[in-house]
């Protein structure tokens, strides 16, 4: 979006608001970065309670068709067809030198609830939305129908006690397992609730329509387990959890392999499976597969107080440039510097010392194994 374009809002705007939230430009909307709480207090509510964050600004796309399972395998690297009704997967979309357009996450829902939300549900992020359904569009319209979804929100209640908290409003919902999901009625209107998130704990994320979204999620805040949290909190989590941020830690020029995604293609999909290639950029990503990725995307400890940031460069003991930080922050629940950059296989193992450079100073990093965070998802 141009400079001059008015931010978009989110059906919970005005909520925001009222609830005392600063807010900034993100990804073309206006959009809570934290409350009066703070990101600290945000991020540890999240790890020991429940925190109820906004993520209106997604995109939510349904494919609707027989063939939308098949259609969809032409541009993702993921085994669509296999996946089961009621179930989720993590996917992305490639380009043709293997790099990564966007990452997304795909339902198939039951039957029942295929008229609302289709054959396949999609969620993709927002600053990508517009140029993923042109995507699907072009590439697999004439295959299936392909339908945004503007006049939904999406709520996100992660966190240990968020199944305490969203039981209240309907008991099925502890009965979905990490990745699973269905239609529920909340607060009165029907729902599509997954047991997914992007903080590394357990938790939901929740569309509902536009017109009851501050019903819901007034409801959910009034649980006394639950506090609101912004874009501060939701990217310290999901950076201790080791998880990617679009255009951030993967972009066009990242494979998934580099980026250390390759649990995502399933055996199906890759060399020698009964369903292998036939996706953009297939040729690169067997290569890198097999072996042939440049670098490899690490986690990073710092061995001293300060906080590395995004854009620093990564040397070694001898002052020659390695990589650049696609993440950093100072982890509120370790309590130590975190960052993820990309480093040659050469330097990539766990335990390796490298240095960032800050302000003319070199910090020393070891590379670590991901998430920083344990996971704590209802299996």
């Given at each position: 979006m141009s400079a001059e374009a008015p931010l978009l809002h989110t059906p919970l705007h005005a909520l925001h608001q009222r609830l005392g939230a600063r807010m900034v430009p993100f990804a073309g909307y206006a959009m809570p970065v934290q409350y009066p709480a703070g990101l600290m207090a945000e991020h540890k509510q999240c790890r020991e309670s429940a925190a109820l964050f906004d993520v209106s600004h997604m995109g939510q796309v349904r494919l609707v068709g027989s063939g939308a399972a098949a259609a969809l395998e032409t541009l993702v690297p993921v085994d669509v067809i296999d996946l089961g009704t009621g179930r989720q997967r993590y996917a992305f979309f490639t380009n043709a030198s293997g790099g990564l357009l966007d990452d997304l996450m795909v339902v198939r829902p039951d039957e029942a609830a295929r008229a609302a939300f289709g054959d396949l549900f999609l969620v993709v992020n927002?600053?990508?939305?517009?140029?993923?359904?042109?995507?699907?569009?072009?590439?697999?319209?004439?295959?299936?129908?392909?339908?945004?979804?503007?006049?939904?929100?999406?709520?996100?209640?992660?966190?240990?006690?968020?199944v305490d908290a969203l039981s209240r409003l309907h008991p099925g919902v502890a009965d979905l397992v990490f990745m699973s999901g269905g239609v529920f009625k909340l607060a009165g209107v029907d729902c599509f609730v997954t047991r997914s998130g992007y903080t590394g704990e357990d938790g939901f994320e929740i569309s509902v329509p536009e017109a009851h979204a501050v019903t819901l999620a007034e409801t959910l805040l009034a649980q006394p387990e639950v506090a609101p949290a912004g874009l501060g909190a939701r990217d310290t989590l999901r950076l201790e959890a080791g998880l990617c941020l679009y255009g951030h830690d993967i972009t066009?020029?990242?494979?998934?392999?580099?980026a250390g995604l390759g649990w995502a293609i399933q055996k199906v999909r890759r060399p020698g499976g009964a369903r292998a290639g036939g996706y953009p950029g297939a040729s690169v990503i067997e290569s890198h597969l097999a072996g042939g990725a440049p670098s490899k995307r690490v986690g990073l400890m710092g061995l001293e107080r300060a906080p590395v940031r995004e854009g620093a460069p990564i040397v070694d003991a001898h002052g020659h440039q390695l990589g650049v930080v696609t993440s950093g922050t100072l982890g509120p629940t370790v309590n130590q510097p975190v960052a993820m950059a990309y480093l040659p296989l050469n330097h990539a193992a766990a335990g390796a010392e490298v240095y960032a450079e800050v302000r003319g100073k070199r910090l020393p990093m070891r590379v670590t194994a991901l998430p920083f965070a344990p996971h704590h998802y209802k299996r």
């Open positions: 927002a600053g990508c939305k517009q140029a993923d359904i042109e995507h699907l569009q072009t590439h697999i319209g004439h295959r299936c129908t392909v339908v945004p979804m503007p006049e939904r929100a999406l709520l996100a209640l992660q966190g240990p006690k968020a066009t020029t990242t494979s998934p392999i580099e």
